[in-house]
Each structure stands twice: as structure tokens, then as C-alpha cells.
Antibody, heavy 121, light 107 residues
Framework: EVQLVESGGGLVQPGGSLRLSCAAS??????????MNWVRQAPGKGLEWLSY????????YYADSVKGRFTISRDNAKNSLYLLMNSLRAEDTAIYYC????????????WGQGTLVTVSS | DTQMTQSPSSVSASVGDRVTITCRAS??????LAWYQQKPGKAPKLLIY???SLQSGVPSRFSGSGSGTDFTLTISSLQPEDFATYYC?????????FGGGTKVEIK
């Protein structure tokens, strides 16, 4: 079974930075074969896709809301996905999920349990 | 960007009821649509992909249909564990976008 575990969330001041990690594991799961994504959910709100990275890391996309502030990356040798978040704003407060693209067709399964990021002074 | 509009935003239903949720895309997305179920405090779970393909392990009472701009998720006989919020997501082009969600509540 594929497992994704996010970490790195916490309380940060406006304008600050945070780096989220997503550790992938599972019998027979070859992390380097799958495209990955970050999706967030503000408290009591819906889902917002943030960023995509292809299996090799050669193709990357961002939502306009985070473009220029957030950077997605991956380390296939460490089975890990990252999201570096700079210039954080109050509206970035959310649960951040990493999610695998199972078919290279831009949907998400499975998802991690999420990590909460709170941006507040 | 492709906007996804779900309706209704909430629905009250009883166990055994047939429930239908609609998702409309602001432009044609062929069959590049997924449906997710999210329970409180949990991560979303993929139910349907490519508009009508059932994800492995998902009960057959869930089904999806549609293409182009109009899609539906149907739960043929609502079970207690199905009370949750459901989201559609277009997978046709970046930025990937979700519908606003439909909360299925107990009547």
C-alpha cells in the first residue's frame, strides 16, 4: 500500500518561509515513476491545487496564487517531495496535502494525511 | 482557467436514497474529470477518474458519467458511510481546478 506522509507544517509569521516534505513509501511503490502534486485546503473551505511536478522533475506547473512564491521539488533517491513556501500570507493558512498522480493524467491518489500551515503574527 | 461548478452545494438524503451530484466545466474537458470523497478530518479519496472509471476498491454503488462540460456522480443507494463532501476536479489542463464541493447530509 502506498503511503504519503507530510511534515514541516507549523506556525509562521507573515512574510516568513516554510519547507514542507512528503515522504513516500510502500511495497512495490517506485516513487521515481510517478508525477506528484501539492493541494491545499483552507479551514472550512474547498480544495485548491497548487503545484505539479513530473516523475523526473523536468516539468513543473503552479497555480497563479503561489507562482513566484512557492517552489516544488523532489528527490527520487530519497523518495521525497518538497514544497518551499516563501513570502507567506495569512491566506496561505491551510492544510497542505501531497498526492500522487496514479496514471500520469493529473488526478490524485492517494493523498497524504496533510500538514497544517498557519500564517499569523 | 477552467472553472468547475458543482450543484447542489448540499443535499439531505436518507439511507437507501439515490443521490446525484452535478459538475459543470466552463469549457469542454472531454472526459478528463475525477470525483473525490472527503470525510471530516480526513484526506480526500479518489472515487472516479476519466469521468466514469471506478477506482479500485470503491463500491459499485458509485458511478460517474458525462463528457464535454456536464458530468454527474451518482450514488445508487446511499449508505451510512457515504455521508461526506464530494468534489469534482478537471484534469484537462493546468491549472487543475476543483468544484466547490457538495456536502451529503443525513435527512
Amino acid at each position: 500500500e502506498v503511503q504519503l506522509v507530510e511534515s514541516g507544517g507549523g506556525l509562521v509569521q507573515p512574510g516568513g518561509s516554510l519547507r514542507l516534505s512528503c515522504a513516500a513509501s510502500g511495497f512495490g511503490f517506485t516513487f521515481s515513476s510517478y508525477d506528484m502534486n501539492w493541494v491545499r485546503q483552507a479551514p472550512g473551505k474547498g480544495l485548491e491545487w497548487l503545484s505539479y511536478i513530473s516523475s523526473s522533475g523536468s516539468s513543473i506547473y503552479y497555480a497563479d496564487s503561489v507562482k513566484g512564491r512557492f517552489t516544488i521539488s523532489r528527490d527520487n533517491a530519497k523518495n521525497s517531495l518538497y514544497l518551499l513556501m516563501n513570502s507567506l500570507r495569512a491566506e496561505d493558512t491551510a492544510i497542505y496535502y501531497c498526492a500522487r498522480d496514479p496514471h500520469s493524467r493529473w488526478w490524485f491518489d492517494p493523498w497524504g494525511q496533510g500538514t497544517l500551515v498557519t500564517v499569523s503574527s | 482557467d477552467t472553472q468547475m461548478t458543482q450543484s447542489p452545494s448540499s443535499v439531505s438524503a436518507s439511507v437507501g436514497d439515490r443521490v446525484t451530484i452535478t459538475c459543470r466545466a466552463s469549457q469542454g474537458i472531454s472526459s478528463w474529470l475525477a470525483w473525490y470523497q472527503q470525510k471530516p478530518g480526513k484526506a480526500p479519496k479518489l472515487l472516479i477518474y476519466a469521468a466514469s472509471s471506478l477506482q479500485s476498491g470503491v463500491p459499485s454503488r458509485f458511478s460517474g458519467s458525462g463528457s464535454g462540460t456536464d458530468f454527474t456522480l451518482t450514488i445508487s443507494s446511499l449508505q451510512p458511510e457515504d455521508f461526506a463532501t464530494y468534489y469534482c476536479q478537471q484534469a484537462n489542463s493546468f491549472p487543475l481546478t476543483f468544484g466547490g464541493g457538495t456536502k451529503v447530509e443525513i435527512k
